[in-house]
Nanobody, 126 residues
Framework: QVQLVESGGGLVQAGGSLRLSCAASGRTFSSYGSYAMAWFRQAPGKEREFVAGSTRDGGTTYYADSVKGRFTISKDNALNTIYLQMNSLKPEDTANYYC????????????????WGQGTQVTVSS
């Protein structure tokens, strides 16, 4: 089983920055470098949406159009951790942010990810 724990959420004013972290662990978590990772978010009353993703080696990253140029995903295989640096935050970025993991292949479809963290709340005030 793989466990994912997010941290770093909070309340920030519009235009501010936050960095989310997602630490991975687990008895069967033999190689973090084998896992593609992604961030998703869900706002109240809205469907979950893809935010950013990384291939398993961290060499290629993907972003939703709504966050492109403002958010940066990075993967540290040595620390079994993935980060989401969020700059120029907007009130519409307010949501619960989740990290997710799947073996080998990257995907921007949340249904393809079997492992999820518990989420961390990000609130951006105007």
């Amino acid at each position: 089983q793989v466990q994912l724990v997010e941290s770093g959420g909070g309340l920030v004013q519009a235009g501010g920055s936050l960095r989310l972290s997602c630490a991975a662990s687990g008895r069967t978590f033999s190689s973090y470098g084998s896992y593609a990772m992604a961030w998703f978010r869900q706002a109240p009353g809205k469907e979950r949406e893809f935010v950013a993703g990384s291939t398993r080696d961290g060499g290629t990253t993907y972003y939703a159009d709504s966050v492109k140029g403002r958010f940066t995903i990075s993967k540290d295989n040595a620390l079994n951790t993935i980060y989401l640096q969020m700059n120029s935050l907007k009130p519409e970025d307010t949501a619960n942010y989740y990290c997710a993991a799947r073996l080998r292949l990257y995907s921007d479809n949340g249904s393809d990810y079997p492992y999820w963290g518990q989420g961390t709340q990000v609130t951006v005030s105007s």
